[in-house]
């Protein structure tokens, strides 16, 4: 059984009124896991980053405006949440959650956070619903190990990892593959380490197929010795945001291979739930579920 990383503050964020987050998803796998079984001693609850860290990475006056509440109006709609003290402390603490996994994932083999895939934080702004960029602070984290040198950030997530991209640019120990809708958000796409952009209505064959195109090229090119999985589940038929035609199956499929190869290749891999947006949340924890199964969190 993997450590699983989880705090209910995840999904302790009032919005407005049909805003388009689903705040709800979180709770609601932590509960979905917990009733097929999983013992509440499996998870793990994370601390939230303390700002002075995150801004010895990242950019320091827009850590301190986006933690005391300054950022520009603009800003705030480019993120697309409304600011308030609870959602600077849901962004640390989940990104604090996914440093977490990094670090169980280096201890057990692998690890699975309840969010994170804040995929779209750049340095010095958010967007996306992306404020701090927890798949670059887990990297960063990974490579703080001995025998790690080499980190593959693997993001199958609908909408293209462009915050990562940007921030590992120049980061030779970290190599970023991102798989995505070409005609989805973000429309100005950042140059990955690799980039797959699927057509819309993409269905499971093509869509499988290239993930193993993908790996495979990935593990020929830079042979990582620890693998960050961004498992975004907006890729499925029924999500509202993601315009692929992914089944269920498919998905399973998807982190069953990833988990696999993982295994196989006798190396750490660190998962993270990434987006999925349906309103029936009940059905798109359903999908957001195969990420533990694939993982052995339940059978």
């Avoid at 960050?228 to 992914?246: E, K, Q, T």
Wanted: charged share 20%; hydrophobic share 40%.
């Amino acid at each position: 059984m993997p450590p699983l990383v989880f705090h209910p503050i995840y999904s302790q964020l009032d919005l407005p009124v049909r805003h388009r987050f689903p705040i709800e998803k979180y709770v609601g796998i932590h509960d979905a896991l917990v009733g097929l079984g999983v013992s509440e001693a499996h998870f793990r609850r994370p601390d939230a980053l303390k700002p002075s860290t995150i801004s010895s990475i990242y950019d320091p006056n827009y850590i301190g405006q986006l933690c005391s509440g300054e950022l520009s109006p603009k800003a705030m709609r480019r993120i697309g949440f409304p600011w308030s003290q609870q959602l600077v402390e849901r962004t640390l603490t989940a990104a604090g959650g996914t440093v977490l996994t990094s670090s169980l994932a280096l201890e057990h083999g692998k690890a699975l956070n309840l969010t994170g895939g804040y995929h779209h934080a750049f340095a010095n702004f958010g967007s996306g619903f992306c404020m701090i960029n927890d798949l670059y602070l887990a990297a960063l984290n990974m490579l703080q190990a001995k025998n790690i040198d080499r980190v593959l950030i693997f993001d199958c997530d609908v909408h293209q990892g462009d915050g990562t991209a940007k921030l590992a640019e120049n980061n030779e120990a970290i190599y970023t593959v991102s798989i995505h809708g070409e005609k989805n958000f973000p429309y100005r796409k950042q140059a990955s380490n690799l980039d797959f952009g699927l057509a819309k209505a993409t269905e499971d064959d093509e869509f499988l197929s290239t993930v193993e195109q993908a790996w495979h090229m990935a593990m020929t090119y830079f042979q990582p010795d620890a693998v960050i999985y961004d498992a975004g589940v907006d890729i499925h038929v029924d999500d509202d945001l993601g315009h692929l035609h992914i089944s269920t199956d498919g998905v399973l499929q998807r982190d069953r291979f990833v988990f696999e190869q993982c295994e196989k290749l006798g190396i750490p891999v660190a998962a993270v739930i990434g987006g999925g947006y349906q309103r029936d949340i009940d059905a798109l924890v359903k999908v957001h579920l195969q990420l533990f199964k694939a993982a052995g969190a339940y059978t």
